[in-house]
Every structure is written in structure tokens, then in C-alpha cells.
């Protein structure tokens, strides 16, 4: 039988990080050299944010750009990682009867890659990304990581890769440092506190944070990976926070592991 498999959530913060050493990225090294090695990874990326539920199926991803105006070298950037069908199916085993496709012409986004090619540096560990419907509530995605649970005893990685915080609008893209703000502080210090008391009703109803949640949840798209690893955890499993910090002012770097 395999050792349980961290459940891990990463927020990815700019797509040069892809690129970069920083202490964000440091961290996400160590992880993975930590970590027991997965037979596989199941990600959960803020950027497959469609309506419908999908799951990549293709034996060899490709690699998405799906970014602009950024730097020729990220462009350039291949991890060529394989697929796992075979997960893929166990996938969609557990969620039935929830019909989710099976997905050849997707791949691998920079929410999935941006943050594997610094846990898995030599792409051998095979990869599979799940679609987030954007037409269902928190409620449900926190249900398909229950779901999903299982594979944690099965050799399998589950990664939510977004971003606690994520205000695009108040993000400072420029080479100035920005202080970060103070909603975005307190929203993140929420949040964390929750899923240290175990407050899970909390995290999943987030909107009812208030304005803070208002401001730093924009749009759920980055939020909701969080929900799937949240709801993958164990009841009473200890939780760690292995990177944090706030980049540009208004996106959280903060990493969850469970196990």
C-alpha cells in the first residue's frame, strides 16, 4: 500500500515565478524534494476555469502559454511531463456520476507548470489537470475534492495551484516594491486561521468574509483550488504552511499542505 500523499495547495502568483528564484520558488524546491515521491499528480489549476467538468486523458500534454506580454524566455518554456489516462479514469470513476469528459486537447496551463517545474525539475512524475466549472458554487468544488480523497492512499499528489488573494486591479506590475494591503493581509490572516481551527463551513461560504473577501476574491477562479485540497484533507489532519507572503500587494503567495 502507498504512503498517503500530501494534499498541497501552491498560489502561483506571477507566471515569471516559472523562471525565477525567489523564496517562493526556493520553497516549492524543497517541497519536492521532501515530499514522497506521487505516482502521479492530480492538479486543480486557476486557469482551467470553464463551464463543465473535464479531465486531461492524452498520454503527453502539451504545454499552454495562456498568458500575454510577458518575456520570449517563458514562452519558450516546455515541461513535458506525461499524462496518466489511466488516473484520468480513476478521476472520473470517483466523481460519478458527475459526467466528466475526458479531455484530449487541453494540456497542461502555467497554473499546473509554472509551479511543477520546480517540484518535479525533471518532469518524470506524470500529470493530470481537473477542470473548475464556473458555473457551479463553492460548495460543490469543496465536494469533489471529498471525493477525490482516495487518491492521497492511491500514490497521487492532489494540487491546487491559484492564489488565497488575487486582485489583478490593485496588483503593482511595475519594479517598485508595493506594501501589501491591508485588506488583503487581513483576508489572507482569515483564511488562515480557519483552516488552522478546522472552520471548513468558513472558507467554503468565504464571500460572508466580508468586504475584505469582496476585494480579494474578485472573481473565484483563483480561490476555488483552494476548496478541493480543503476538501481532500483529513477531519483533524494537521495543517502547514510551507511559502507565504503577498506579491505586488495584492496576491498571496501563501502555500496549504495537509499530510
Sequence with gaps: MSARLPALFLGHGNPLNALRVNPWTRAWSALGAALPRPRAVLSVSAHWYVP???VTAMATPRTIHDFGGFPRE?????YPAPGAPALAARVQQLLAPLGVLADHSWGLDHGSWSVLRHLFPQADVPIVQLSIDETRPPAFHHEL???????RDEGVL???SGD???NLHAYAWGAHAQEPYDWALRFEAAVRARLEAGE????????ALGNDALLSVPTPEHYLPLL???GASL???PVMFPAQGMDGGSVSMLAVQFG
Design 235 to 237: 477531519p483533524g489532519e
Design 74 to 78: 517563458l514562452y519558450e518554456v516546455r
Design 164 to 166: 488565497v488573494v488575487h
Design 158 to 160: 492532489i494540487l491546487g
Design 52 to 54: 463543465g467538468s473535464a
Design 228 to 230: 478541493y485540497v480543503l
Design 145 to 151: 475534492g471529498v471525493r477525490l480523497r482516495p487518491l
Design 200 to 207: 471548513h463551513a468558513a472558507l467554503i461560504d468565504y464571500g
